[in-house]
């Protein structure tokens, strides 16, 4: 059946946010020279050891902060993280750690807990098929409205709810996604003004790019003014993700690890690969003028932008994280516990890091570091260029969920509740 597993992992990930606990801790971050070049004999042993050794000294600890059992973080601004537990919403200033605000929750039950947008003007919480919205530096109240009416008659009610939520580029609508069982979707576009329902459709919202929502059911990819919700476009192929190329031009994955390019105003087909992927693609990025995807098997794969040619593949068995991009390099996390940097145009290994253990967020770049974070509660700083460590340190005892890192500022999440354990586990004779 379509879209089954995508229907099991938006329940899934629902309910996983009902058991996080919190604790945030920001580093200072500073720009240094990069270390001189190491050997690759010199990589070779910290690999084979998975040692961990750093050149520089750690920046201090600007600030930690902790919250109630069933905190989880729901979405961030420049200068903000808002964090929801059972019935209150917080904004929380990243560059202080204070909080900024609190207000009651519309969310009662943690279990069925939506999803939250948030830009420099609003957040919106959600719970069922009920929107909020509040000011985003005062907390105070603006509108909320109930998208019940919009459920389809075929839809479980049980089953009706939020599963995603984003603000459009203009800051003017809200793309509201809701679930309505394993194989549809409903997308409510929203004033972020006023709560007023501008149009909705029984498919999911994909991605914006440019005037047009490309938009995805069970039977069909569609684009459609994303000012109107009147259809411009349409094709019998399905679409689980999307991908933006260019200012017309995106690329999809279909639930058989097909990828096609479209031409998002027209609906156009400009290349489709000749045989799937394995499925399902866990990830899908544009850069350099390729399409980086990884597999569930983690593979990690290269496709010409342009006309969807193979580029190459790495072989290394990789962990479902996003890999991190720039022009030189792609950063990809492995599942024996190193952080690799392959070359972003032919695929080349050109150094593996030890990290002492497995990486459990998203690796991300400022200037010339990368910063991963673990299961065993480590922060690391490695130099992009050559993989040597700059600096690493402790920032919990418990497994990192989230990074943020900016040029000022790094801002880790922990959840005690949530190890990620990928131990092995004693037979009890």
């Not at 959600?126 to 389809?152: H, I, K, Y």
């Not at 394993?182 to 006023?194: E, G, P």
Request: include cysteine; glycine fraction near 6%.
């Amino acid at each position: 059946m379509p879209w089954t597993q995508r229907g099991v992992r938006a329940l899934r990930d629902r309910r996983l946010h009902a058991v996080a606990t919190v604790l945030l801790l920001t580093l200072t971050a500073t720009t240094a020279a990069p270390p001189s070049r190491t050997s690759s004999a010199s990589h070779n042993r910290h690999a084979a050891s998975h040692r961990v050794t750093a050149v520089e000294q750690a920046p201090p600890v600007r600030w930690t902060a902790t919250f109630p059992y069933s905190t989880h973080l729901d979405a961030f601004t420049r200068d903000s993280w808002f964090l929801q537990d059972y019935d209150t919403i917080r904004a929380v200033d990243v560059a202080t750690g204070t909080t900024r605000w609190q207000e009651p929750s519309p969310v009662v039950d943690t279990v069925r807990r939506g999803a939250t947008a948030a830009d420099n003007h609003a957040v919106y919480p959600t719970q069922d098929a009920v929107v909020q919205a509040r000011d985003s530096s005062t907390g105070s109240f603006r509108w909320e409205r109930d998208l019940s009416n919009l459920r389809p008659t075929s839809a479980d009610p049980d089953l009706f709810g939020v599963v995603s939520a984003t603000v459009s580029r203009t800051s003017d609508v809200l793309y509201v996604v809701m679930w309505a069982g394993f194989t549809q979707r409903v997308t409510a576009a929203l004033s972020t003004r006023t709560g007023t329902v501008l149009w909705h459709t029984e498919s999911e919202l994909l991605t914006e790019i440019g005037s047009t929502c490309l938009m995805s059911s069970d039977t069909q990819t569609q684009g459609v003014d994303c000012r109107t919700g009147v259809p411009q476009w349409k094709t019998d192929q399905t679409a689980e993700k999307a991908v933006i190329i260019d200012s017309a031009i995106v690329a999809v994955c279909d639930t058989e690890g097909r990828i096609r390019s479209l031409n998002a105003v027209t609906g156009r087909l400009l290349w489709e690969t000749a045989s799937p992927y394995p499925n399902p693609l866990t990830t899908l990025q544009a850069a350099n003028g390729l399409i980086y995807f990884t597999d569930y098997n983690g593979r990690l794969y290269a496709l010409d932008a342009a006309t969807g040619t193979p580029r190459w593949s790495a072989p290394t068995d990789l962990t479902r994280k996003t890999p991190a991009i720039d022009r030189d390099h792609v950063y990809a996390t492995g599942l024996d516990k190193h952080l690799y940097a392959f070359d972003a145009t032919t695929g080349a290994r050109v150094w593996a890091a030890p990290t002492g253990d497995y990486i459990t967020a998203d690796p991300q770049i400022v200037g010339n570091t990368v910063y991963a974070a673990g299961k065993d509660g480590r922060l690391h700083a490695i130099n992009r260029t050559n993989g040597t460590h700059r600096w690493t340190t402790p920032a919990s005892d418990a497994a990192i969920t989230y990074l943020n890192a900016t040029a000022d500022h790094i801002t880790t999440l922990t959840d005690p509740n949530t190890r990620e354990q990928a131990d092995p586990i004693a037979q009890q004779r």
